[in-house]
């Protein structure tokens, strides 16, 4: 039998061009297994000269995992990891005692304007 009792809306947070909604973690529930965070993003359609670009920032003690349905990000950290992630492909990060990150559109999409 299932414990609907626990299933919960996401909250939508603007992040800057796109939605980020947040299932996890949320007052009653703050992990699931290895899971601290649950985000759904998108889809998001972006015009020329438009990019996804998620400034670096730090994460201690957790794992991160992106997975897509159409397009490409590329994920930079401070470990000096590099990896454009496809559809059908699994990025995965692990923070242990410290990383800092950026996801960005990949050079190869943009209209030759250079990163910041």
Known sequence: MAN??????ERQRDIGRFIVGRLLP???KRQVGPFT????M???TTNPG?????DQHPHIGLSTLTYL???Q???RDST??????SPGDVGFMSAGRGVAHTERTPVSLRDGRSLR
């Open 26 to 28: 949320f007052r009653e």
């Open 73 to 75: 990000i590329e994920h």
């Open 42 to 44: 998108g889809p998001v």
């Open 69 to 71: 349905f159409e397009g």
């Open 50 to 54: 438009q990019y996804l670009d998620v």
């Open 37 to 40: 965070f649950i985000d759904h």
């Open 4 to 9: 609907n009792n626990m299933l919960v809306d």
């Open 80 to 85: 000096g990891a590099v990896q454009v992630v």
